[in-house]
């Protein structure tokens, strides 16, 4: 699997949109984008994935560039439940190739002020 | 629809005992994968099971750690004479099948997980 590169910490305010980059320059064309949670001491939430099309669902958005080299999640209207640790994973979307566990990282540490 | 289900939520042990976390996954998912997180790291993934099989262990300790996922029942992960540095979160996903050779996007779904102290 591809690495990623995420900024260890953030700070945004409550009701505004966060934004949490990922640098993934090494992707290929196999493989998907996918971003999870973990709220403080809980299991991993799974949040949204993507290909190369921008993807969204009712939690959050997703905006991969053209040459999907990086991605932005987008959390549209932040709440203070939105404080988590957010991961950023690139892996292969077909089976039978291999790991199917997930490589975490250490993630962003999304910190949501009132 | 219940989630992934794992117990106990919390487990103390002494040095030496045997420990059992139990997973039942979502309905109508047919994978399991068990990882562990040690206090102020991140999620290491441990073991993937399709019913009755181990498909892949690579991230599972040599010694004294097993995994099972049973025809009927949840999938088992067994710490065998724990040390205190098997304490820690662990955690249990499932997901749903797919056939082999197509491409998947079938996302993980956690459990809670199981926070074992060994004193």
């Known amino acids: 699997d591809a690495k990623t590169t995420q900024p260890p910490s953030m700070d945004c305010a409550e009701g505004r949109a966060a934004n949490l980059p990922c640098n993934h320059s090494?992707?290929?064309?196999?493989?998907?984008v996918y971003w999870y949670r973990q709220i403080h001491s809980q299991g991993p939430q799974y949040i949204i994935h993507?290909?190369?099309n921008n993807e969204t669902n009712e939690m959050a958005s997703l905006i991969i560039t053209e040459d999907r080299k990086s991605s932005t999640l987008i959390l549209p209207h932040a709440t203070l439940r939105d404080t988590a640790v957010y991961y950023c994973i690139v892996r292969v979307g077909y089976s039978g190739g291999g790991a199917d566990g997930l490589t975490f990282g250490k993630g962003t540490h999304l910190i949501i002020q009132p | 629809n219940a989630g992934v289900m794992q117990n106990p939520r919390h487990l103390v042990r002494r040095r030496g005992q045997e420990a059992r976390l139990r997973c039942s996954p979502m309905k109508g998912h047919s994978h399991v994968y068990w990882y562990r997180q040690l206090p102020e790291e991140g999620l290491k993934f441990m073991v993937y099971l399709q019913k009755e099989n181990i498909i892949d262990e690579s991230g599972m300790p040599k010694e004294r750690f097993s995994a099972e996922f049973p025809k009927e029942g949840p999938s088992i992960l067994r710490i065998q004479q724990v040390v205190r540095g098997d304490s820690a979160a662990y955690f249990c996903a499932s997901s749903r099948s797919r056939d082999r050779g197509q491409p998947f996007t079938y996302e993980q779904y956690f459990g809670p997980g199981t926070r074992l102290t060994v004193t």
């Open positions: 090494t992707i290929s064309g196999n493989e998907y």
């Open positions: 993507g290909l190369k």
